[in-house]
C-alpha cells in the first residue's frame, strides 16, 4: 500500500463511479457534525450556529479553490517545493495550479482527490466552530475557515496526501513502513480531525470560556446543550458519511482493492459501535444512569479513531480501538471542563483531537507492515509540534484584526439576536439565564 | 507560560525529526521519536497550565 498520489496508475471506470459515489454520500459526514454543533450549542444561538456551519463549508470552498488547492498539489502542476537535508528530499509545499486550472483535463483520480479534499477542508474548519459556540462571532469563524483552507490545511493534505514528506517517509527511510508507505491517514484522521480538534484548542483559548462558565469559587456551570435530538440524530447520518468517507479514503489513498472495501465498512461501525457502548457503561457507572451528550461523542469518537485505521487493521483490532476511544471520551471530556478550565461545548478536543491521535496510533500499533509504528509516531509529533502553534499564531493575528469574541451584550442576549437579528425559535418562551452571575 | 510551551511543541517535532536523520536503527529511531513526543506532551502541559494560570489571574 502506497500512499503517495502521483504513483497511482489509472483507475478503472467501475472504481471511479464507486468513488465518485461515495463522496456524494460523504457530506453527510458534515452534516453530521453540523446538527452536533448545533444541538449542544445554546436555543438562543441555534440559528447563528447552523448558519457558520454553512458558511464555513462555502468560505472553504472558495478559498480552497482559488488558493488551498494549489499548495494542496490536488491538481498536476510543478513538482513541489523541496529542500535538501541530510542528503534525502523533503518535499514540503505543493506546486500546482491556482484557481483549479487544468481540472477538466486532470486523470480522474485527480479529480476525485480534489473532492475528496473540499469536503475534508470543510469538515476540519468546523470542528472549532462548535467549540466557539455561544460567544464566538459568524464574521470571525469564517476568517479563521479562510486561513485554515488557504495554508493550514492544503500544508497538511500535502505533507500526508498529496506525495510531500511525511507520506514519503517510507521512502526516504526505509525501516519507517514497508515498502514506501510513510505516514499513512486514509480518512483524515490527522488530516481533518487532529487539525480540527487542535484549531478548537487555539479558538477557546483566544476565545476563553462562555460568561459564567467558571464562576471565582466553586466548580464550573453546566451548560448543557439544547438538542439532544440534534445531536443523537447528527450521530446517526454521520455513520453513513463516515462509511463512505473512509472507503473513499481507502480507495484514493491506499489503492484499495473493491475486495477489501466491505471490511474497511464493518471496522467503521465496529469502532464506533464499541465506542459508544463503552461510553454508555462509563456514564452509566460514574452517573448512574447514561449520559446522551457524552454518549454521542462517545460514537464520534470511535467513527473518529476509525479514519485512521479502519481500512487496514482486523475487525477485532478495530472493536478494541473504539473500545479505548469509547472509555477515554467521557473522561477526557470531564477532565478538559473541571481540571483544566478548558470551555468546549461540542468536546472538539477530546472526541477530535484525542481519538484522531489514538486511531493514528494504533494504526501503527495493528499495521500489518513492519516499522510503521514510527512512522505514525512522526506524523503525530508533526500534527501536535507544528500544526498547534502554527494556528494558534495565525488565529492570535486574526483575533487582532478581526476579534474572535461578541461582546458581553451579545453573548448575555444570545448570538441569533446580536448577528442574525432573529432567533432559531421565534415561537418559543426564552427565559432568563440562571447561570449567568 | 501559555507561549513558552507552544514554543516548546516544535522542539519536540524537532528532536523527532532529528531521529530520523540520526539513527539508523529502528529501536533507537523509536525511542528518540518517543522522545520527541514526550517533550511536546511536555510543552502542551505547559501551554495548559499557562492557560489555567492566566484565568486564575484574570479572576482575582
Redesign the interface.
Known amino acids: 500500500m502506497n500512499p503517495t498520489l502521483p504513483v497511482a496508475s489509472a483507475m478503472p471506470d467501475a472504481l471511479v463511479a464507486l468513488t465518485l459515489a461515495l463522496l456524494l454520500l460523504a457530506p453527510l459526514a458534515i452534516a453530521g457534525v453540523a446538527l452536533i454543533n448545533t444541538g449542544l450549542g445554546r436555543s438562543r444561538s441555534a440559528a447563528q450556529a447552523l448558519l457558520g456551519n454553512l458558511a464555513i463549508v462555502a468560505v472553504t470552498a472558495i478559498i480552497f479553490a482559488v488558493v488551498g488547492s494549489a499548495f494542496a498539489g490536488c491538481l498536476p502542476g510543478g513538482a513541489g517545493h523541496t529542500f535538501q537535508l541530510a542528503g534525502k528530499p523533503w518535499n514540503w509545499l505543493g506546486a500546482g495550479p491556482f484557481l483549479l486550472r487544468g481540472l477538466g483535463t486532470a486523470p480522474a483520480q485527480r479529480q476525485l482527490a480534489l473532492i475528496f479534499e473540499f469536503l475534508a477542508v470543510a469538515l476540519a474548519a468546523l470542528l472549532p466552530w462548535g467549540s466557539g459556540a455561544d460567544r464566538w462571532r459568524l464574521t470571525a469563524g469564517c476568517a479563521a475557515a479562510a486561513v485554515m483552507a488557504a495554508f493550514v490545511f492544503p500544508l497538511a493534505a500535502y505533507w500526508i496526501w498529496g506525495g510531500g514528506w511525511l507520506s514519503q517517509l517510507g521512502v526516504n527511510f526505509p525501516a519507517t513502513g514497508e515498502g514506501g508507505a510513510g505516514f499513512i491517514d486514509a480518512g483524515g484522521a490527522g488530516t481533518v480531525h487532529v487539525l480540527g480538534g487542535l484549531s478548537a484548542l487555539a479558538v477557546i483559548w483566544i476565545a476563553g470560556p462562555r460568561r459564567g462558565k467558571f464562576p471565582k469559587e466553586g466548580f464550573s456551570t453546566a451548560m448543557p446543550g439544547h438538542s439532544a435530538v440534534y445531536v443523537l440524530f447528527g450521530c446517526l447520518i454521520s455513520l453513513v458519511g463516515w462509511m463512505a468517507w473512509n472507503l473513499a479514503g481507502a480507495i484514493l489513498w491506499l489503492h484499495a482493492p473493491l475486495a477489501a472495501l466491505p471490511l474497511t465498512a464493518v471496522n467503521t461501525l465496529l469502532s464506533g459501535s464499541a465506542a459508544l457502548a463503552a461510553t454508555f457503561v462509563v456514564t452509566s457507572v460514574r452517573f448512574g444512569k447514561p449520559d446522551a451528550s457524552l454518549c454521542a461523542n462517545g460514537w464520534m469518537a470511535g467513527l473518529v479513531a476509525s479514519c485512521a485505521c479502519a481500512a487496514m487493521v482486523s475487525p477485532a483490532a478495530s472493536l478494541f480501538v473504539g473500545l479505548v476511544a469509547g472509555i477515554a471520551t467521557p473522561l477526557l471530556v470531564e477532565l478538559f471542563e473541571l481540571a483544566l478550565s478548558v470551555d468546549d461545548p461540542s468536546g472538539a478536543i477530546s472526541v477530535h483531537a484525542a481519538a484522531g491521535v489514538w486511531g493514528l496510533f494504533a494504526a501503527g500499533l495493528f499495521a500489518p507492515q513492519h516499522g510503521q509504528l514510527v512512522a505514525q509516531m512522526v506524523g503525530i509529533a508533526t500534527l501536535l509540534g507544528v500544526f498547534l502553534p502554527l494556528v494558534y499564531l495565525l488565529f492570535w493575528l486574526l483575533n487582532r484584526v478581526v476579534p474572535f469574541r461578541v461582546d458581553a451584550d451579545g453573548e448575555r442576549i444570545g448570538m441569533d439576536l446580536h448577528e442574525l437579528g432573529g432567533g432559531a425559535y421565534p415561537e418559543f418562551v426564552i427565559h432568563r439565564d440562571e447561570s449567568y452571575r | 507560560m501559555?507561549y513558552a510551551g507552544?514554543?516548546v511543541?516544535?522542539?519536540?517535532?524537532?528532536l523527532?525529526?532529528a531521529?530520523?536523520?540520526l539513527f539508523?536503527d529502528?529501536v533507537e529511531?523509536?525511542v528518540f521519536?518517543?522522545c520527541?513526543?514526550a517533550v511536546?506532551a511536555l510543552?502542551?502541559g505547559v501551554a495548559?497550565r499557562g492557560?489555567?494560570q492566566a484565568?486564575g489571574e484574570s479572576?482575582s
Open positions: 501559555k507552544l514554543i511543541m516544535p522542539a519536540g517535532f524537532f523527532s525529526i531521529a530520523l536523520v539508523a529502528p529511531r523509536s521519536v518517543f520527541g513526543l511536546e510543552g502542551l495548559v492557560h489555567m484565568r479572576h
